[in-house]
């Protein structure tokens, strides 16, 4: 059972790191234009997005997409611990 719980863990934080990469590049590609994918892309990131910009309010734009992605990555690191201690 916990097995599962993390491997989906694992998934969502892989999903939302992808979201925030594609946010990231479609940002800097289209420089402000708004797009319909860019409108979805920016749906599913912002609350990801919010809490940051709260925690690290004088950052540039860019440091928080940086910001993001490292945290989810260390998460997704850390369950690759706890599974090869559990299992």
Same mark, same amino acid.
């Given at each position: 059972m916990l097995q599962e719980i993390i491997t989906i863990l694992n998934w969502l934080l892989a999903i !939302?790191?992808?979201l925030v990469i594609g946010r990231a590049?479609?940002?800097w590609l289209t420089r402000g234009r708004r797009?319909?994918?860019?409108q979805l892309? &920016?749906?599913?990131t912002e609350p990801l &997005?919010?809490?940051v910009r709260?925690?690290?309010?004088d950052v540039p734009a860019i !440091?928080?997409?940086?910001t993001l992605i490292l945290l989810f990555l260390g998460l997704r690191v850390l369950l690759v611990v706890v599974v090869s201690q559990v299992g």
């Open positions: !939302a790191m992808w590049v479609l940002d797009t319909v994918i860019h892309l &920016y749906l599913f &997005y919010r809490p709260r925690l690290l309010p !440091a928080i997409p940086v």
